[in-house]
């Protein structure tokens, strides 16, 4: 059962609400026990209302020191309004709308707004058809703002894409109301389909963001026109899908938000004002929304950045049948989460490689702690530990290693990136004879210079050749990164081969000696194509005539033939 004084509150809401219809002038005070209005909260925006066109509406800021304002209400010679202390007021002691007290001992004067923005998934599709108890009726201690012609109303369906549709409010209000129940929670919502961050809601210039931002003042305004002092607790965000359909809009995703973010804490002169955003679904269908993977990496960075800003997971909340926008039971669940946005601690995530830069070849571990998480998946999407390590082990690559975990209080994506001093030199091919041609090529990702094999500075990357390598060589390119040095070296394996007489002239009757030398042969064969040693001589033997001999050797490089001539003479 409700007190007498919160049925007081219910009419005077009442009354609000039709002089928002008739357009009455200003509602008074409501009953002569109407509590003062509450000392404003540092940091937050107590009955601070932005400028919306209307110069000459004065709004007296009841938290200010020197403000005095009648606990029992407004004069009513002052206002056109009802006399609530006449007999012709309303009957305070029967409640008849929307309930905005506070519980006994609360402060009745002092309300929470929650702001509530963005785009189709925050409007909502869901159906009051598919709800049930608590959804399916009408709040009374949470009040909603979601059209300035309606004014405020008990938190409940109506708000959303259709006529009897919500979005994540309904649960939203519903989890707040229960986990702070001395504090008189308030609504403002502001949500259109098919909108981007990078024009629809730009500060400035941005239809939405003026829409919004006139909305809100609205909304506070009448507020303040209680002598209702406010405090703005935070900020609920769901948008993103229209960003990913071209890539800049979706690579500049992170700057936006984040002028976003400090242009609402700065028009609200709230500095501190927590946000909770949705992450877009990882699974939107690709050929719609063909840059997801940008935007939620953007959204991810943006939390992780600012220690007041978290982001709730939305991959596995049910969709409806077009895949892109939640069913109702994923709104239910959407606004339960932005909930613990606040309610819970936020997730907190360290990845990190140590040593973070390394060799070829060399080893380092990848190490994960965390805090206030149920739950972690690797790079790869599958289930890890909430803390732990990989390795130490080796590293083939530069690499960006991105961990995820989930907690009571949001999504928290932490990356490291392990930077491995790569160089790669090469011969193509590394074999050949000493009649081939090869290429020298190197390779040095992101390293700052080279030095060539003689010292002398070279590109980071490049080749030499093809050309001829009359033999075997070994190259040694050097190569400098901020994080260190690292020597590469590659071999040029040649076939060569040498044969000769000696001496290469002789009389008839004299004697000389067939010699031949290889490297890198397997196997050689004589003039006759019988085997031979892939290096030996033949005498000093007698040539009875003029003579040439001709070798073939081969190797890994291919085959290879050299010929020497014996000259006799009578």
Request: charged share 15%; hydrophobic share 35%; with cysteine.
């Amino acid at each position: 059962m409700r007190s007498d004084r919160q049925n007081a509150y219910l009419r005077c809401w009442l009354v609000t609400a039709i002089a928002h219809v008739l357009m009455l002038a200003g509602l008074p005070g409501c009953g002569t026990d109407s509590p003062g209005p509450a000392a404003r909260d540092a940091g937050f925006a107590d009955a601070r209302v932005p400028d919306v066109g209307r110069p000459d509406a004065e709004v007296v800021d009841p938290g200010a020191p020197d403000a005095e304002v009648d606990p029992s209400g407004p004069d009513a010679g002052d206002h056109a309004g009802p006399d609530v202390g006449e007999p012709s007021g309303p009957d305070v002691g029967e409640p008849s709308g929307p309930d905005v007290g506070a519980e006994p001992g609360a402060d009745a004067g002092t309300v929470h707004v929650y702001l509530l923005a963005g785009q189709s998934n925050m409007l909502g599709h869901g159906l009051s058809t598919e709800l049930s108890a608590p959804f399916d009726s009408p709040q009374d201690d949470v009040l909603l703002w979601h059209d300035d012609t309606l004014g405020w109303n008990s938190l409940q369906v109506g708000s959303g894409k259709f006529v009897d549709g919500f979005g994540p409010e309904l649960s939203f209000g519903r989890a707040m109301a229960d986990a702070r129940p001395a504090e008189r929670i308030v609504l403002i919502k502001h949500a259109v389909g098919n909108t981007n961050l990078a024009y629809d809601w730009k500060p400035d210039t941005g239809p939405q963001y003026q829409a919004f931002s006139s909305k809100v003042a609205a909304a506070l305004r009448a507020l303040a026109e209680r002598n209702l002092t406010y405090k703005i607790d935070g900020f609920v965000w769901m948008q993103g899908e229209s960003d990913t359909f071209n890539l800049a809009d979706a690579q500049a995703h992170e700057a936006n938000l984040q002028a976003f973010v400090a242009r609402v804490r700065s028009d609200f002169d709230a500095p501190a004002l927590p946000f909770v955003l949705g992450r877009i679904r990882k699974d939107l269908p690709n050929s719609s929304f063909p840059h997801t993977t940008v935007v939620r990496d953007a959204q991810a960075a943006v939390a992780r950045l600012d220690s007041k800003v978290r982001m709730v997971d939305t991959d596995d909340l049910p969709p409806n049948a077009d895949a892109t926008h939640y069913s109702s039971q994923g709104l239910i669940m959407l606004g339960q989460r932005f909930a613990n946005g606040f309610l819970a601690p936020k997730p907190i995530l360290s990845v990190w490689f140590s040593p973070a830069t390394i060799k070829n070849a060399e080893t380092s571990t990848l190490y994960w702690t965390s805090s206030d998480t149920t739950s972690c998946i690797g790079d790869s999407g599958n289930p890890i530990a909430t803390s732990g390590q990989i390795g130490p082990t080796t590293w083939p690559a530069t690499r960006t290693v991105k961990i995820s975990c989930q907690g009571q209080g949001g999504l928290v994506v932490q990356p490291a990136t392990i930077t491995v001093l790569t160089l790669s030199v090469w011969f193509d091919p590394p074999n050949i004879t000493s009649d081939g041609l090869s290429t020298l090529h190197w390779s040095a990702t992101d390293a700052t210079s080279c030095v060539g094999d003689g010292g002398n500075p070279i590109a980071t990357s490049g080749q030499l050749g093809p050309t001829t390598w009359p033999q075997t060589r070994t190259v040694t390119i050097t190569c400098q990164w901020p994080g260190g040095q690292v020597a590469q070296s590659a071999t040029i394996t040649v076939l060569t081969m040498s044969v000769w007489f000696n001496p290469a002239s002789i009389h008839t009757g004299g004697t000389s000696t067939l010699l031949w030398t290889s490297t890198n042969a397997t196997s050689c064969v004589g003039d006759s194509g019988n085997p031979i040693a892939t290096s030996g001589q033949v005498g000093p033997t007698t040539w009875p005539a003029t003579r040439t001999v001709t070798l073939r050797c081969q190797g890994a490089g291919g085959q290879l033939a050299r010929s020497a001539t014996i000259t006799v003479s009578p």
